[in-house]
């Protein structure tokens, strides 16, 4: 995990810029982890939030919960609850996989819209970089997530929510520039934009 946040307090400078510049609102979790928790992109409207190394939960605006795990040998799952209720939905699964779990499982929510960010890589554990990275988002309900694979790549590092929740921006700041992913509710997940060649 130390990596994500490295790369977080990188993408400070340059990716504040470029999601304001791009219409996406105010970046979620972009910049510094001044709160000392292990959290991720987060917005005082999603508060509070719970997170292990492969699991996070996050309380929605409107009262709503929602859980996503990495399983070794299965991928990423979900349940979620209704606000005021006791009782989970059951376990659903996002995405398959067999690999290593991997860098573990960030969350973001605005309006009702969740990001989620997960990766998953063989001997990530011993350092290697991940070789699948998951980027999700739900809406409504929650009981359907549009999922995008990114193979072979370093992990998403952050996400960038509009303030309605109808788009979403995964970003990742590398040494050769910036990597973004766009969602929109009327379109789903666009081609990922990598940085120019010099």
Known sequence: MGLRKAHRAALASVAAAALLAAGYGTAQGVGADTSGEDGGASDSRTEPRVQDDYQS?????????????????????ERHQ??????????????KTKTDLCQGVDLAEVNGTVSLIADFGLYCYDGEPPTESVAGVGTGELTDWDIDITKDFDGWGDTSLNDDGSRVLFVYDSD??????????????????????A
């Open 176 to 197: 050769a520039g910036l990597y973004y992913l766009r969602w929109e509710q009327s379109e789903g997940f666009e081609k990922i934009v990598t940085p120019k060649k």
């Open 57 to 77: 939960t996050l309380t929605l605006g409107d009262g709503r919960k929602v859980t996503v795990r990495l399983v070794k040998g299965t991928g990423v799952q």
């Open 82 to 95: 209704a606000a005021g209720a006791t009782k989970w939905s059951a376990w659903h699964t996002l995405y």
